[in-house]
């Protein structure tokens, strides 16, 4: 049964043509028994016959044609006196039809006007020659305009419901193109976190073992002690480094940090404090300070805290010199955080942080930004008038 209807489906022209053939056959038989007409008018209606049973068979792949021509067909029937017979019933199909289809909605209503019209132009040119009295005629004409009307309700209605049908699939399908983008949007935004999250981490763990691995060197022979103190600074930041990088490609693996021995927490500003004498155990002289009462951040700010200082020292010990001082203060205020990060070096010139950040990649102030921007909030950094860098950013406290 569904391979019948999927074949119907495939085929209309094919089907309706099998219909119209069986009402040529059907209307030819009709022509040829009916005693009220003689056989000029038999001959008359063969054209009709073969019209309307065309306009059947061609009615879904032509259908504005088809109109026309059955119309045609209904004119010629009217001027020669033909009487109606099974032929007709062509004229409710195609009337159906047109309405059903997406024709302009005036090619639709003027089907509908003749075929209203067709019951008292037929009782005119027939009934009154029969002798008809008036409530007969208004019944025949009734009666005959009833079928037409409805079959064009039909055509609309299933027309109408097409159209809701085609509406609600072009919804469907503008919604999900709507969640694929919004999708690669998150998915973007989650792989340029991950990527300013993997320069952080190798960017100033390597940068403290590339340091103390040129220290180890120089007093390799002369201080072995401090060589090997150096060695293990390296060992631990590298340890440490591998940690954080496990989490971040676990959340690329599974979309969620890794629970294991490995799993290091997600950096916070009580973790500055630490970065900050690892900084100092590589060799610059960092002061640290904090005002105002600590206390616990939403998880997006004490991150971006942390990252902020980091690249701030690891920018320091690249470009500040041999004997750059660095000094970092935290502040906090009722409604946000407070961080000042300065050094006295003779640090990298604006331009190259603006431009691509100080390892040319694009991680540079260009990052930071974009860190305080997602939480909203703000970064003022640049030269200071008396040499050295001055970074100062304000990260605000989101209330419900």
């Known amino acids: 049964m569904q391979r019948l209807y999927d074949f119907i489906r495939r085929h209309p022209t094919g089907v ?32 009709v016959v073969v019209a309307l049973s065309t306009a059947v068979a061609l009615r879904r792949r ?85 079928p037409f009307a409805l079959a064009w309700v039909l055509g609309d209605s299933l027309r109408t419901r097409r159209a809701y049908y085609a509406q609600l699939v072009e919804r469907n399908q503008r919604l999900e193109k709507e969640r694929e983008a919004q999708a690669k949007v998150a998915v973007a935004a989650e792989r340029a976190r991950i990527a300013r999250e993997l320069h952080d981490v190798v960017a100033h763990n390597v940068s403290v073992m590339v340091v103390q691995a040129d220290g180890a060197a120089y007093v390799m022979d002369v201080a072995p002690d ?39 927490p997600q950096p916070d500003v009580e973790q500055i404090e630490v970065l900050v004498e690892q900084v100092r155990a590589a060799g610059l002289t960092v002061d640290f300070e904090v005002e105002g009462a600590p206390r616990k951040l939403p ?33 906090y205020f009722d409604d946000g955080l407070g961080l000042l990060v300065e050094d006295d070096g003779r640090g990298a ?35 200071r008038p008396g040499g050295g860098f001055r970074i100062s950013a304000l990260l605000p406290l989101k209330k419900s």
């Open 62 to 146: 032509w259908t504005r044609a088809m109109l026309w021509l059955t119309l045609g067909a209904g004119v010629y029937q009217l001027a020669l006196g033909i009487t109606a017979g099974s032929y007709d019933l062509a004229m409710f199909i195609v009337l159906f039809t047109v309405a059903a289809s997406d024709v302009p909605r005036w090619v639709s209503r003027t089907a509908l006007g003749w075929g209203l019209a067709a019951s008292p132009l037929y009782f005119l040119r027939n009934g009154v020659d029969k002798g008809l009295n008036l409530t007969n005629s208004l019944l025949f004409t009734i009666g005959v305009a009833v």
């Open 16 to 47: 309706d043509s099998f219909w119209a053939v069986l009402l040529f056959g059907v209307s030819m038989l009709n022509v040829l028994e009916e005693p009220a007409l003689d056989t000029r008018l038999k001959l008359a209606a063969v054209p």
């Open 299 to 331: 998880s997006g700010v004490e991150l971006t805290a942390y990252r902020i200082v980091q690249e701030a020292l690891t920018n320091t010990r690249k470009h500040g010199g041999p004997d750059a001082k660095a000094s970092v203060r935290l502040v």
């Open 349 to 383: 010139a604006h331009e190259l942080y603006e431009d691509g950040g100080a390892d040319g990649a694009g991680h540079g102030l260009i990052g930071m930004r974009e860190r305080i921007g997602m939480v909203g909030g703000t970064l003022d950094a640049g030269p």
């Open 226 to 264: 401090q060589a090997k103190e150096a060695l293990q600074t390296i060992s631990g930041t590298g340890r440490q480094a591998l940690a954080e990088m496990r989490r971040l490609l676990g959340v690329l693996r599974t979309g969620e940090p890794q629970e294991s021995e490995d799993y290091v």
